[in-house]
């Protein structure tokens, strides 16, 4: 979407609640890809956060009518994300949490040799790509939820302290703290355990077979190496404040943004040409 200013974005508002369509989509479009990455880094697999964007972007349309210009549109929608997220309990990592301990010993002491070809005839380089963004993604599990809500809001979308502290209900102070010490926890155990982010031992292409026997790598099912990378900056206005805090960007080269999977678009596309739709913009 076009970057629009506070008041053109209220129109469009006003306009979608009175039941323009093209209205209603402009602003659907324009958040939809910042939503779904927010979602795929606090909830670590495609599929979960596919379920939880359509949420979170179906909760946006039902509210529309309370948008009233104060913030911007983005932090609105950020704050809406960042609350469903918070207490959403369907992802597979929620009743069985991680921890940086239970990743070290898994590295550490998995027993990765020994194990039969795997691959099913994909380039294990691919597999091991595929693996590093996956496996760093899970990585962000071992953090508390709201630790790794600051963590993403201030290293992936580089969120000016005060609007992230207005969403996260905490004083800019605050936040600029706990995010420095989040990042430094993430920075050491990078430096500790990973060979590609870090000084570790860890290759991803000597674990491609355990990951593929341990079933968190599929090798029919490539979600990181077949999405479209695109660049923060097309979804908001980034601001780098944040990055001048320390010097560790480059540790968190990772924390790349995707295209919403084309599934995905389309069930929105079908959300808002549907025949519900003029029971879902009076909600």
Known sequence: MEKKTNEELQALADKATSGDKEALESLVMGVQDMVFNLSLRMLGTFADAEDAAQDILLKMITHLSSFRGESAFTTWVFRIAVN???????????HAPLSFEFYGEDIKNGKIHDIPDLTQNVERDILAEELKLSCTNVMLQCLDTESRCIFILGTMFKLDSR????????????????????????????????????????????????????????????DYVEANEISVKTMLDVKQAM?????????????????????????????????????????
């Open 243 to 283: 990055e001048e805090m320390d010097d560790l960007s480059q540790d968190f080269s990772f924390c790349k943004a995707y295209q919403s999977p084309e599934q995905m678009k389309r069930l929105v596309q079908e959300l808002l040409a549907s025949a519900q739709f003029s029971v879902i913009k009076n909600a």
């Open 163 to 222: 609007i992230a502290g207005e969403i996260l209900e905490m004083t800019p102070e605050a936040y600029r703290q706990r995010l420095s010490r989040i990042r430094r926890k993430m920075a050491d155990f990078l430096q500790q355990y990973c060979g590609a982010y870090g000084g570790g031992s860890c290759r991803c292409k000597d674990r491609v077979n355990y990951a593929i026997q341990s079933r968190r790598l599929h090798p029919q099912q490539l």
């Open 84 to 94: 469903h997220l918070k207490d959403y309990k369907k992802h597979m990592f929620a």
